[in-house]
């Protein structure tokens, strides 16, 4: 039985999903024309002519659109922005237009459709999220619903390098929004991602002695022999209840079997699901090098936690809440899930911008040649982004 107060949600629900359905084909031609152009991260060209698309729709909806040339590489970025008023941004609408692949990989494998399935470069990771954003603003236009809302669009050209150039950008402006939707793949079965753990990494660096091992042992520091005692203290990193790990992945040291050798070397992966584990962290790596097990060997150590985790506060699971129930309300199953990988969802999470990550296509295989996105989740996807949208306007 259908309850009273969601008989109206039903209406408009079935009103705009009606019209989805008719733009079907349109989401199609689009993702055929996307994803057919190569943006790999050092294509600039190429992404470039990704945000003159994006450039051309959105400016024929009235957004204030620009496309912005980030740091000395002069990233090409595109901004739109739709703000009735001064107030902060409802909505800031994240997404990323370089992928992983070669400029070449178009021609050996452009677009197609197979089993429901689209394939290609960036299919799902992420031309279809992208596609989600468009194809919902144009929704929400069409539906007299994007005046009641103030938005704003970041797409970047760097995400898959780590995003340097525009993350400064991309913190900013989601310091001016009030909830960020990042939209990288939705995982199959409609599940979205909450939490990402962040991180970076360590080396470690040691200075030793170099002697004859046989004939002067004494006269020498064995740089590997320390190393091996840090590695055990690194270790014991991952022995706690939040989640943080630290692995040591890379060593070097030695060079000739009868010489003590003089230098050693660590390579540690950490990452963190608390920012305040930055902190102990880069303590415990300033302290290990204060204190060498050996006497006379000296350590330092590089690197550090550069990527900030994606948390899920309370303000991410009240918004996670409106999505859900939204989702449930189309018939989707809605559920969410933590992961170790980044995303531009960790910068806006860190600038305090509730985040909810996943909104786009569902799909899978990123970065991998067998790719894809499921076709069937187009138009919910488009529907489910564009109820979110009209629930924010009509409740502030
Ligand atoms: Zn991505």
């Not at 197979?114 to 194809?135: E, Q, R, S, T, Y």
């Not at 303590?283 to 204190?291: N, P, S």
């Not at 550069?306 to 918004?319: H, V």
């Not at 996105?373 to 009509?394: F, K, P, T």
Request: charged letters at 25%; one cysteine or more; aromatic letters at 8%.
């Amino acid at each position: 039985m259908v309850s009273q107060a969601e008989t109206p949600f039903k209406k408009i629900e079935s009103i705009m999903k009606h019209y989805i359905k008719t733009r079907h084909e349109k989401f199609i031609t689009d993702f055929e024309t996307i994803v057919n152009i190569d943006s790999s991260s050092d294509n600039k060209d190429g992404i470039e002519r990704v945000a003159r698309f994006f450039e051309n729709r959105f400016k024929n909806i009235g957004l204030d659109t620009k496309i912005l040339f980030l740091g000395e590489e002069k990233v090409p970025c595109l901004y739109a922005e739709h703000r009735p008023s001064k107030k902060p941004f409802d909505i800031m609408f994240l997404g990323h237009m370089d992928t992983v692949f070669p400029t070449g990989e178009v021609e050996k494998r452009p677009f197609s459709i197979k089993d429901n399935k689209a394939f290609g470069p960036g299919v799902c990771d992420m031309k279809g999220g992208l596609l989600v954003v468009l194809h919902v603003l144009e929704t929400l236009k069409h539906e007299g619903i994007l005046d009641s809302l103030s938005v704003c669009v970041a797409f970047n050209g760097d995400e898959e390098t780590g995003s340097n150039a525009s993350k400064e950008w991309i913190m900013s402006t989601a310091e001016k929004s009030r909830r960020t939707f990042v939209f990288e793949p939705c995982r199959p079965g409609y599940r979205f991602v909450l939490q990402r753990k962040g991180g970076g990494w360590f080396q470690v660096i040691v200075k030793g002695q170099e002697a004859h091992a046989g004939a002067d042992p004494e006269k020498g520091i064995n740089a590997v022999v320390e190393l091996a005692h840090q590695i055990v203290k690194i270790n014991q990193l991952n022995q706690n209840k939040v989640e943080t790990t630290a692995q040591t992945t890379v060593i070097k040291g030695g060079d000739k079997v009868n010489i003590i050798p003089n230098r050693a070397e660590a390579w540690v992966d950490v990452r963190i699901l608390k920012l305040e584990e930055k902190e102990r962290i880069e303590t415990f790596f300033k302290t290990l090098a204060k204190h060498p097990y050996l006497k006379g060997s000296e350590i330092t150590i590089q690197g550090g936690i550069n990527r900030p985790p994606m948390e899920s506060g309370d303000a991410t699971r009240k918004l996670w809440e409106l999505v859900q129930s939204t989702g449930k309300k189309i018939g989707l199953p809605m559920e969410w899930i933590s992961t170790g990988g980044c995303s531009d969802g960790n910068y806006t999470s860190a600038a305090g911008t509730p985040t909810i990550d996943g909104m786009g296509i569902v799909g899978a295989n990123s970065h991998r040649t067998d790719e894809y996105a499921e076709l069937g989740s187009i138009d919910n996807m488009v529907l489910l982004v564009a109820q979110v949208c009209r629930a924010i306007g009509e409740k502030g």
